[in-house]
């Protein structure tokens, strides 16, 4: 069995391989350790196990910045960027991301674990239905308890999301054409 272990600091990493090696049989065994994210990224599908410690998980999250998001199931990391994604679908035990280029990234993982990384983005999304999470940006309108999204994708509205979805929406709106105008009146300040 192989096995990963990451942690941005590596006098942690080799204080859990010594543990783990005091543990388990070494000729069973085969443990590496990774101080950089992409190297191990990059290897992830050779491993059975990959372990990564709370200090690690805190240092992705905060190196990811707010224009990316990282999603880790298992033995899978996906790093996505906010400004790509167009609304999430749940589906049982796994969530569909669907992106701007047409793509789609399924994982293996809740569709509230999804919800609570999107919060932490700058980025703003509404939760339309118990299985959908749509980005604010790319709602065209919302009519007859839907909303047809700038793809031409149509996705139900809960009834008791319904009002929630609409203040939602116009506060959104709002906020642009407040950014709009602002922007607007310092292009015209500096032409001045």
């Given amino acids: 069995m192989r096995i990963a272990l990451y942690d941005s600091e590596q006098s942690i990493l080799d204080k859990y391989k ?22 191990l990224v990059d290897v992830l599908e050779r491993y059975d196990l990959v372990f ?11 190196a990811c910045g707010d224009d990316e998001v990282i999603l ?8 996505i960027s906010i400004e790509d994604i167009i609304y999430i679908e749940a589906d049982l035990k796994q969530v569909h991301i669907f992106l701007k280029n047409g ?4 994982i293996r993982l809740t569709f509230k674990d999804v919800e609570q990384q999107l919060k932490k983005s ?4 509404v939760k339309v239905h118990r299985s959908y ?8 309108r919302i009519q007859n308890k839907s909303v ?7 996705l139900p509205i809960s009834k008791y999301r319904l ?30």
């Fill in 52 to 62: 990564m410690t709370e200090c690690a998980m805190s240092h992705l999250t905060k």
């Fill in 72 to 79: 880790v199931s298992g033995s899978r990391v996906e790093t």
């Fill in 103 to 106: 793509g789609e990234i399924v």
């Fill in 18 to 39: 010594a543990l783990l090696c005091d543990r388990l049989d070494e000729k069973v065994f085969e443990i590496d350790c990774y101080t950089e994210q992409q190297k």
């Fill in 148 to 154: 047809l999204l700038k793809n031409g994708v149509a």
């Fill in 122 to 125: 700058q980025k703003a999304f």
């Fill in 163 to 192: 009002q929630e979805v609409i203040d939602s929406y116009l506060a959104y709106q709002e906020k642009q054409a407040i950014i709009i105008r602002d922007a607007t009146e310092e292009d015209e300040s500096d032409t001045e």
């Fill in 133 to 140: 999470i749509v980005a604010m940006d790319m709602i065209r």
